[in-house]
């Protein structure tokens, strides 16, 4: 995510209207050196063989590590309660929703990314993740900061159906494919930053419009990976954007509070995209394709923090929590002390306890679905 960079950018574009003045900016940004077992009980005879998803940085595992960019968390203080507290690149101070799935399934302990250079092939026919911290639905979301898009993302995936074609051969490859669970985690970027913050989406759509372009781009590489074989495949609704540390500074006035119109937009996009993936589901033979609200959990939580016994939940535990995240977010600044007590890490994403929080409402309500 990239929430953090975008309070000048705007300012910055006006006074340099080309697309190499966001080149500058960037560059001008970095000068200035800102920076086990199953738990779950499934139905009989089900055989979920691996987790594999796409999308932005809440399951980005590491992807963005090599990329010339700056949407980055592989450095202190990310990943600080991690194994022997190392920084992954996965944008929290522990493990993503991701590691968490597929833990809870049985699979391993953590899902690593496609891209991560030590990774062992050994890997593969138990899943990995493509998603790239700071891409979107919409093709400009990554564009604007370098990241993979969704056509990067799915081109990795047809390169891993190959290798995994080698390595355990066609048959038990289509059965993996068929069986194991897609995770599709995106829409956020575009909407907080592509739209609201940077505006350039602005000049040519109305929300309704815009968030009609995500819900087809989302389709579309729906139906493409269903083509390459995927069938169970859980699609993340977006977070009550307005709500997030970054975009209650902002967005939400001098008080800080939850901006209504981000909420607003995040409502009518997964309302959208809800209708829609019933619709695939309905026209595609053999397809579990289930719209996953985070919405609304994330929203109880945020107004009733005490009975999920965190106490934080309007800033980050990193830095001042108002605007950190990524290169934002370092080793020069304090943390917390006690991150169990907040909802988020940064200023954009959850801290192990909000996601162990989510991931297990969403288990709960949906796992069953997928089968």
């Not at 309660?81 to 101070?93: A, E, H, I, W």
């Not at 080698?166 to 575009?190: K, M």
């Not at 800080?256 to 829609?276: D, F, P």
């Not at 950190?324 to 304090?334: F, G, Y």
Request: glycine letters at 8%.
């Amino acid at each position: 995510m990239y929430i953090a960079y975008m309070i000048v950018l705007p300012i910055f574009m006006k006074l340099h209207n080309s697309e190499s003045s966001v080149t500058t900016f960037w560059l001008c940004l970095l000068l200035f050196g800102v920076h086990g077992g199953a738990r779950l009980t499934l139905p009989k005879n089900v055989n979920v063989p691996a987790v594999i998803a796409f999308g932005d940085s809440i399951v980005d595992q590491g992807a963005n590590n090599n990329l010339n960019t700056l949407i980055k968390s592989n450095f202190s203080p990310y990943g600080k309660d991690f194994v022997d507290g190392k920084s992954t690149g996965r944008f929290s101070n522990n493990k993503t929703p991701a590691d968490m799935i597929v833990e809870e399934l049985g699979i391993k302990e953590h899902l690593p990314a496609y891209l991560q250079p030590s990774l062992d092939e050994k890997e593969l026919p138990t899943g990995v993740s493509f998603a790239s911290g700071g891409s979107g639905f919409d093709p400009q979301t990554p564009k604007l900061v370098g990241v993979f898009s969704f056509a990067d993302q799915l081109k990795q995936f047809k390169e891993y159906i190959e290798k995994l074609k080698r390595i355990v051969g066609e048959e038990r490859t289509q059965n993996i494919l068929a069986n194991s669970i897609f995770l599709v985690v995106a829409g956020s970027d575009d909407l907080a930053n592509t739209y609201f913050t940077i505006g350039i989406r602005r000049l040519q759509y109305d929300i309704h419009s815009y968030t009609e372009l995500m819900v087809s781009s989302a389709s579309n590489f729906i139906q493409d990976i269903y083509q390459l074989g995927a069938r169970r495949i859980g699609v993340f609704g977006t977070p009550p954007i307005g709500c997030l540390p970054s975009q209650r500074t902002l967005g939400g006035g001098g008080l800080r509070v939850c901006a209504e119109e981000y909420n607003k937009a995040a409502e009518i996009y997964n309302n959208k995209l809800q209708q829609e993936l019933a619709y695939l589901t309905k026209t595609h033979a053999q397809s579990r394709i289930l719209y996953l609200d985070i919405y609304n959990p994330i929203l109880a939580i945020i107004e009733n923090p005490v009975q999920y016994g965190l106490e934080v939940v309007d800033r980050g535990c990193c830095g001042s929590g108002k605007i950190e995240v990524s290169v934002l977010c370092n080793h020069l600044l304090p943390t917390c002390s006690d991150d169990s007590k907040y909802l988020f890490w940064d200023s954009y994403h959850p801290t192990d306890k909000g996601y162990s929080i989510l991931v297990n409402q969403l288990l709960e309500k949906y796992i069953n679905d997928f089968f």
